[in-house]
């Protein structure tokens, strides 16, 4: 099993949905959580770090987070085409230190 | 959030030649760096982690000796990348943590794209 998993995509959505991305780690005892996304050819950005169970709003962007079920989630709401990237979800493991490890990335496709 | 700026973003150079990339974290001091690379329609891969003042700490499969990393400010992580061969090729990126009120965040470089002819 790997350390984080997500499903690789790509995910298409018609533009105006919500786009609901997941993820899911082994490590029980994690406890910080963050979604990067990444354009084609440029960097990933930090989009929302989560650390406590529930739900964390910014503007369209929503973590979930379900530390007994070892799963985290980024919903978008409203998907617009400006949205289509890779999203890559990170997990800071126990014994990691204080490098993350990263899923392989969900594409996620907003269609017009 | 929090910017860090690498430098170059794209650099052609020969076979056999070295390159130096820098990563500098602009407005908060960066205790721990990384490195990571990415080939194309992969993920990332982190190569090491750079610490301030001492070694930094490589990944299992990455060659200390071609892939030097010097991490001598609060500020400035470098990564160099000698005598470079073809199969070196790739997407070179760094991160900085903000340890601080960033809340221990990774935040991106721009990344440097490496050509190697």
């Known amino acids: 099993q790997k350390e984080v998993e997500q499903n690789s995509g790509p995910l298409s959505v018609p533009e105006g949905a919500i786009a609901s991305l997941n993820c899911t780690y082994s490590?029980?005892?994690?406890?910080?959580f963050f979604w990067y996304r990444q354009y084609s050819g440029k960097s990933p950005e930090l989009i929302m770090s989560?650390?406590?169970?529930g739900d964390k709003e910014d503007g369209r962007f929503t973590a979930q987070l379900n530390k007994a079920s070892q799963y985290v989630s980024l919903l978008i709401r409203d998907s617009q085409p400006s949205d289509s990237a890779t999203y890559l979800c990170?997990?800071?493991?126990?014994?990691?230190?204080?490098?993350?490890?990263f899923g392989t990335g969900t594409q996620l496709k907003v269609e017009l | 959030g929090a910017v860090v700026s690498q430098h170059p973003s794209w650099v052609i150079c020969k076979s056999g030649t070295s390159v130096k990339i820098e990563c500098r974290s602009l407005?908060?001091?960066?205790?721990?760096m990384f490195w990571y690379r990415q080939f194309p329609k992969q993920s990332l891969m982190l190569m090491a982690t750079?610490?301030?003042?001492?070694?930094?700490?490589?990944e299992q499969g990455v060659e200390k000796d071609k892939f030097l990393i010097n991490h001598a400010s609060l500020t400035l992580s470098t990564l160099t990348v000698t005598s470079a061969h073809p199969e070196d090729s790739s997407f070179y990126i760094c991160?900085?943590?903000?340890?601080?009120?960033?809340?221990?965040?990774?935040?991106f470089g721009a990344g440097t794209r490496l050509s190697v002819l």
């Open positions: 991160s900085a943590r903000d340890g601080g009120k960033g809340g221990n965040i990774q935040y």
């Open positions: 490590d029980r005892g994690s406890q910080s």
């Open positions: 989560i650390y406590s169970n």
């Open positions: 990170a997990v800071r493991l126990t014994g990691g230190g204080n490098k993350l490890t």
């Open positions: 407005d908060f001091q960066a205790t721990t």
């Open positions: 750079s610490n301030e003042g001492s070694k930094a700490t490589y």
